[in-house]
């Protein structure tokens, strides 16, 4: 059988670079320390030329055991919509070593596991995610259930946040809770400054502050409730000009509630309460 070899113009990326040839079209020019390959088309010289067989430098470092310190491109556009395609498919793990920096979005089809126990953090004190969305209800804090349900927030059964009016509570022994609640516009109609359901909690004391420019009016109040009506009284009340408020306290619709109207309008409320 006659042997006919054939060879290609090659040379180093640099002695391409520097050459910086145009190929005839059709012709091949390998640069030999990276393995591409450029086809000439007989107009664009080298530096403006695409590599031709880009896919072969992929193959030949991925066989096991090889490395490379050559940045890889993939300018395959395919998007994935599972494990089975996009224009990269790796079948088996992925070690990253470095950052891993994605342009879309991280889809998992299954479990994110950390490799040991309490040792991986998510984020850190001057490189916080943003909102966190979970399809369920609760998230289990080291052995602590933080809840959340119809707007409530439970630690451990315990509610610890409601969603009237901002009130923010923490629990102090189950089931007293103790909580100061977010500043309120109250003027000359009934607003509810803080509400609970009647089979919460029957006992509750609050210290209110209202503000209204110059003028201070605090006072303190105590509330019953016995499923059926709500008693509260009021006492302590300590102004240092004119009274601003008034406070009153019914049930409406299976919830305790404990209302301000303003003598005067725009007086800005603030309450502290505990409840048992």
Same mark, same amino acid.
């Given at each position: ?76 556009? +395919? =998007?994935?919509?599972?494990?089975? &395609?996009?224009? @990269?498919?790796? !079948? ?5 070593? *470095? %950052? /891993? ?29 943003? +909102? =966190?969305?979970?399809?369920?209800? &609760?998230?289990? @804090?080291?052995? !602590? ?5 119809? *707007? %409530? /927030? ?66 303190e109040a105590f509330l019953v409730n016995d499923k059926i009506n709500a008693y ?45």
């Open positions: 059988m006659p042997y006919i070899q054939f060879q290609f113009r090659r040379g180093t990326a640099s002695e391409w670079t520097s050459a910086n040839p145009t190929l005839a079209p059709g012709e091949l020019g390998l640069e030999t320390d990276t393995r591409k390959v450029k086809i000439g088309d007989g107009i664009k010289d080298w530096a403006n030329l695409s590599y031709g067989i880009g896919g072969e430098d992929l193959q030949l470092i991925t066989t096991a055991g090889n490395t490379t310190n050559r940045a890889i491109t993939i300018s395959n556009t +395919t =998007v994935s919509s599972n494990t089975v &395609s996009g224009a @990269l498919v790796v !079948t088996g793990g992925v070690g990253v070593g *470095g %950052n /891993l920096n994605l342009g879309g979005n991280l889809v998992v089809s299954n479990k994110i596991l950390p490799t040991s126990n309490g040792l991986i953090d998510i984020g850190s004190p001057t490189a916080r995610f943003g +909102t =966190v969305y979970v399809s369920g209800n &609760s998230i289990d @804090l080291g052995g !602590t259930e933080l809840t959340a349900n119809a *707007g %409530n /927030l439970f630690v451990d059964g315990v509610q610890l946040a409601n969603s009237i009016n901002g009130n923010f509570s923490v629990s102090v022994t189950t089931p007293t809770i103790i909580s100061s609640s977010a500043m309120l516009t109250v003027g000359n109609v009934a607003t509810t400054l803080d509400e609970f359901n009647i089979n919460a909690y029957t006992t509750a004391k609050y210290i209110v502050q209202a503000v209204n420019g110059s003028d201070y009016h605090s006072m509260l009284t009021v006492y302590a009340s300590v102004k240092n000009n004119v009274k601003l408020i008034n406070l009153d306290a019914d049930i409406s619709s299976g919830n305790v509630r404990l209302r301000a109207t303003g003598i005067t309008a725009n007086n800005s409320v603030k309450i502290f309460s505990t409840k048992i």
